[in-house]
Structure formats: C-alpha cells, structure tokens
C-alpha cells in the first residue's frame, strides 16, 4: 500500500529530526487508540517520516502489561538523546477496566511522565479517536493470524467512549498533554498526527513548561539515629551456618513464588558492603541472582534519564538483584561533587520513592542497606588496606579525599535516609564497626523480610 504525503510535510519532518540529531533531544511518541488495525496503520506512516538510524519502535499488549514489572520495560526502551522512540499502547495497559476508581493509578502514571519531562525527554501522547475505519486501510491491511502478535484482535476495553474520555482528563497535564485525533480517513490522519509531532516538540523547545523547585525533606524516621556501634558478634559461625541455609530455602521458595527482590547496600567507604556481599551471595544459587556493581554512569547511560541504567537491571520474578551502591548516588556523591544540578538533586527524592513504588507494586521485596562505621575504625580500615598488598587496589586517593568531607556527606546521609525510609522500601542501618555483626545483621534482616512474605 502506498500513501504519500505532501513534500512539504516531508521536508518539515526532515528538519525537525535534524534538530532532534543536533540538539540531542530524546522524544517519546506514545499512540493509544480504540481500534488496533487504525493504531498500527498511522504509526507505519507515522514510522515512514523518520530514519530509522534515530527510531525505536516498541509494542507494549494489554494482555503483558498486566503484570506490572513491564514498567521497567517501557522505561528501559526510552529514548537516548538524539533519539525518538515510538511506543506502540504503554503504562496506560495497565488500567484494569473492571475497577472504578483509578485515582492511585493515575498518580504514579502522572509521577512516571513528570520523571521524562523533568529529566529531558519531550513526550508526546496521541489518542486515535476512532472506530472501524476503512477508508484508505485496505481490507487485510496490517492484520496477521489469529493469537499472534501481528493479528489486531487484542482488547482494549479501557478505552471506550466513557472511559477513555476520563482517562484523558485525568492524565493531561502541562509537561505530558493529550493530544486527541479524530480519524476519519487514515492518510489524513496520520498528517495531523505528524503536524502535531513537530508542533509539540518545537513548542518544548521554545518555551518548555513550568516547574517548581523541590528540596530534599525529611518524612521518616533516620534509621541511623541511636546506633550502638559497640556490638560484637557471638558464636558467628553458628549463626552465620543456620542464617545461611535460612536463607537457601528461602531463595527455593522465592523462585516459585512470583515475587523478587532487591536488597542495596550504601554505606562509608569500607564499610563492609563487599564482604556483606559476599556472605549473602554464598548461600544463594547462582542461577537466581545478580550482583551490579555500579560506578559513574558510561557515555551511553548518560545518554538516557537517570533511573534508565537500574530499570535495565530490574530482577525477573522468583530472581534477586543485589546492589553494590545504587541510585542513591543522586542523592549522597553527586550533589556534593557536582555531578547533578541543584534542581535535579531537589527532585530526587520523589523520583527515587516513585521508582520504588512502583518497583513493590510489581511484586518486589525491597531491603536497603546503609552500613555504618565510624571514622576511626574506617581510618584503620584504610591504613590496614594500603599495607596490604592483595587490597591495595580497594584503596584510592579518592577515598583519602572524600574522607575529608566527611561531615558533609553525613549532612546529605541523614537528609537522603529520613526523605527514603518509607514502609515499602525500608532502609536498614547496620552497626558495621565490628563486620561479623554487621554481616549476620545483614542476613538476618534478609531472612526475616523473606520469611514474612513467603512462610
């Protein structure tokens, strides 16, 4: 089937990615539409005005994102700068049509799209208004065997008439607008679609839209506050046996259960994250766990938002990730080295509690580690480092210079711990002076939150 548009049209959108090229603008496109064989025929067009060397296409089924870990999904396929993805239906899948009151549910989406606008990403959502049209969809036109992912027979209840007309008022906002498209006829349709395209990201470039500014307060309670780092272990061999097969059996019941989990450790520089590590890791099968280490962000993951690199990382069901450092990053090293903006340090506390959300709405047990010394115990960590020649390469001038900061990072410390501590994503503090207690504190803390869930 050949549609041609007009060469004017053409031109503008070869212009327009140009600027997205140039300007290293990362757009996100999202159709959502009534009827799947009118959908896919204006985003095949929609797809022809673009090249393809700056354009993702991702198709996300109702029936998939049901299960809510395909959040993760729709935000590791964002776009990079100077690039423009396409997403076929999104996180408006996840709208159950059978349950009325959809008020909580649209304020996370409203948390997930003010996350792109706030971190750069122009997103552009389109409503195709519409029923059976044939007029210039020919009759087999995009259509495939029945029960595969090319036939159009996948059910879409949330968006009729009534309901959809809620959904469009209850998530337009200022930096994720609807915008609605009646289509009559497919070729005319689809032009609209692509005025709009290029009015809405030029408008975004000119004139942005309102923010305000946020600070980093505290919510909860600061599990550091009244630690006795006077604790010692006894019978640590014992323990560390029985807290380990605990925790076997566990990760068995784990596997088959649906749920995951993500246990992060932060932490002073030796601290004990990495002997923690390893004492839960040795308890675990290998087939059911990964460990991310995670350091200053690559050139491509600075390409992308900020939580794109940990959505990638997320753990598949009955799986375990476990987290050398994490993205609370954001809120400890990069504000005080100025690796972050102001603005975006200000905002990063409600970014990270929505991550996380949605992280234990998918099913996701979340167990967060701080690890506490103090510093004259981390001073003879250091000085017992650099005399030893199997772990010298664990100490750095770095790690000397960040020790000077010391009282500084405890400042950003307590702020990021009392502004994160929230119930479904607990953080942990562990009296780490003497490490043997800190590690069975550790996987006792893991085997209790396991046990709660899966026993």
Not at 397 to 411: M, T
Request: net charge neutral.
């Amino acid at each position: 089937m050949a549609y041609e548009m007009s060469e004017e049209l053409k031109n503008d959108m070869i212009m327009l990615q140009r600027k997205v090229v140039d300007e290293g603008l990362a757009v996100l496109v999202v159709f959502e539409g009534r009827n799947e064989r009118v959908q896919e025929s204006i985003i095949n067009e929609f797809l022809n005005l673009i090249d393809p060397r700056i354009a993702t296409y991702s198709h996300f089924t109702a029936e998939g994102m049901r299960d809510s870990r395909e959040i993760f999904k729709t935000m590791s396929h964002e776009p990079a700068k100077g690039k423009i993805a396409v997403y076929d239906r999104s996180w408006y899948s996840w709208i159950d049509p059978s349950v009325s009151d959809h008020s909580g549910l649209f304020m996370l989406i409203e948390e997930l799209e003010r996350y792109f606008a706030d971190n750069g990403v122009i997103l552009i959502k389109f409503f195709l208004d519409s029923d059976e049209v044939r007029k210039s969809v020919p009759e087999g036109w995009m259509t495939g065997p029945k029960g595969t992912f090319l036939s159009d027979d996948h059910k879409y209840e949330v968006w009729g008439r009534k309901s959809s007309s809620k959904i469009i008022s209850g998530t337009t906002t200022a930096y994720a607008p609807w915008d609605v498209v009646k289509v009559d006829d497919v070729l005319k349709s689809s032009e609209v679609v692509c005025r709009t395209f290029i009015d809405r990201v030029e408008g975004r470039v000119k004139s942005g839209y309102p923010r305000t500014k946020e600070s980093v307060v505290p919510l909860y309670d600061n599990p550091r506050e009244g630690l006795d780092l006077s604790l010692t272990a006894s019978k640590y061999s014992k323990k560390l046996l029985k807290l380990s097969e605990e925790l076997n059996r566990l990760q068995a019941k784990l596997a088959s259960s649906g749920l995951s989990l993500v246990v992060l450790f932060e932490g002073w520089d030796a601290a004990g994250k990495g002997g923690s590590i390893k004492r839960v890791t040795r308890a675990l099968n290998p087939r059911g766990y990964y460990v991310n280490p995670v350091a200053a962000p690559t050139k491509e993951e600075g390409l992308h938002t900020y939580l794109w690199r940990f959505a990638t990382k997320m753990p598949k069901a009955g799986h375990i990730s476990i987290y050398d450092r994490s993205w609370y990053g954001r809120m400890m090293v990069e504000p005080i080295e100025k690796f972050c903006t102001e603005e975006e340090y200000g905002r990063s506390a409600r970014e990270i509690r929505t991550f996380e959300k949605v992280l234990s709405n998918s099913g996701c047990i979340i167990l967060k580690f701080w690890m506490e010394i103090s510093p004259d115990e981390q001073l003879r960590r250091f000085n017992a480092r650099a005399e030893d020649p199997t772990k010298q390469y664990k100490i750095t001038d770095e790690d000397w210079r960040n020790r000077e900061k010391w009282d500084v990072y405890e400042e950003y410390i307590d702020r990021m711990l009392a502004a994160t501590n929230t119930p479904y994503a607990p953080w942990i503090a562990v009296e780490s002076e003497d490490k043997k207690y800190g590690r069975l504190k550790v996987l006792k803390s893991i085997v209790d939150a396991l046990s709660e869930r899966l026993d």
